[in-house]
């Protein structure tokens, strides 16, 4: 059974910090490209971020450009965000899913995690 298990959200001050980890299971890993969205309140969904499994190329939203970055650890199954520089307009549902490709697109996702960042 294919599981993304997201962790790491909580509340932080804006200027903060925080990192997101997305423990996964029942795939293999290492041969899929994996991201993370998010969604505000009363919005809608959020591509943020993702990272390929061939080369490790990076891809960002321009909104988060700069003082998000992804990263995976392939060994671990696990991919991570490290938010910096957090604005109140960060804050959201954050959910990491699984890539399945072009025309099927994000095909398992988490549960998602909170991100709550006070001004």
């Known amino acids: 059974e294919v599981q993304l298990l997201e962790s790491g959200g909580g509340l932080v001050q804006a200027g903060g910090s925080l990192k997101l980890s997305c423990e996964t299971s029942g795939f293999f890993f290492d041969e899929y490209t994996i991201g993370w969205f998010r969604q505000a309140p009363g919005k809608g969904l959020e591509w943020v971020s993702a990272i390929n499994t061939d080369d490790g190329s990076t891809y960002y939203a321009d909104s988060v450009k700069g003082r998000f970055t992804i990263s995976r650890d392939n060994a671990k199954k696990t991919l991570y965000l490290q938010m910096n520089s957090l604005k109140p307009e960060d804050t959201a549902l954050y959910y990491c899913?699984?890539?399945?490709?072009?025309?099927?697109?994000?095909?398992?996702w988490g549960q998602g995690t909170q991100v709550t960042v006070s001004s």
């Open positions: 899913a699984r890539y399945l490709g072009y025309y099927s697109g994000y095909d398992y």
